[in-house]
């Protein structure tokens, strides 16, 4: 495999870096860390450049790119703003992903091409209170009556969702049995449907990301309104968090390089002990030759997965290798932040150094899309496998 930039990626590598580093977009990033509000403004700029509909077809307003071409613009934007990554990839990699991978053709073409045009977000509406990493154990309801679905129960951790016209909730709608989940997925317009109320949840890292719960109280949905099949919901479910790990992976990749990038600079550049650069005492310099080993390995860990994806995505080998993906690039960002925060010394509690937050930024990577416990179970069932039990 030559992962070598092509002319094409390298162009999108450099538009994405310029962009993020102009002064229009830092006064977007700081007055989203001020007000913790949703950057309206950026995701209607970004989306003018086609950034909110990076694997979108082009007959549907996307761009048409390849899923290594996406996550090679992801991890810059991760560089540059965590929160404002989150943003892109849940509108990428879960809403419009799931939509076009398994929605109707006139889903398709109500739904993607707006949400590609930034005219439409959308969320995506697995998680509760009482399940967390056992995603199947959902009790939400959907209940049949006289040609409409009823929708019932409580989501939590729901990214973007006060913001969105568009949500992807999955509901119980038969008993969970072994092997057999129980689970139907439904499009719900979150601003049109009566029985639908939205909180943001209070959080103390991303700023400028939502987190929402939403509740549903009686919620009537035709039938047109089930995204893929009936009673297999899951299969949309599973396949979308597969994808959308590469995204967490590369996004973890980009918080890493940045996180390592400051804590350079301020090693080798802005402070002295005994008489020389601190990253110049072995400890140190040491520490960071192994977080950089980290990122790279993560990203051709990323970049290798989302080939086999264009390949075929239907590869038995595909979930493992997200998980790898997903489980080495969270942690690589975990472990350069917490590093970042102990290298900065005393200056690491102040306000005005950035390493506190961005450790808080990042902490939350090895949870979403699956917390890396379970990706080291995906993997291990799936050495398991090879073994032949």
Known sequence: ???????????????????????????????????????????RDIARLGFLGMNIDEAYGGMGMSPIDALIALEEFAYASISFSLNILVQNSLACFAIHEFGTEEQKKRYVSNMARGELFGCFANSEPGTGSDAKNIITTARDHSGTWVLNGEKHFCTTASEAGIAIIFTRTSPRTSGYPGITAFLVELKNTKGIQVYKQPKNAQAGSQLCRIILDNVEVGYDAILGTAEKGWNVCDRTFLHSRLWIAMQGVG?????????????????????????DHQYVSFKLAKIDIAIHGARLLALEAADQEKIDPNHIELSAMAARAKYAGTQAAEKAALHYYRFSGGLAITEEWAAAQHLLDSLILPIYEGPNEIQLQIIANNLKRRAGA
Do not use: C
């Open 1 to 43: 495999m030559n992962f070598a930039l092509s002319g094409f990626q390298e162009d999108i590598q450099k538009l994405v870096r310029n962009y993020m580093k102009s002064d229009q977009t830092q006064v977007w990033i700081q007055e989203a860390k001020r007000t913790k509000e949703y950057p309206h403004e950026f995701m």
């Open 255 to 279: 918080a890493a390089r940045r996180a390592l990038d400051e804590i350079l600079n301020y090693t080798v550049n802005q402070r002295e002990a005994f008489n020389k650069p601190i990253f």
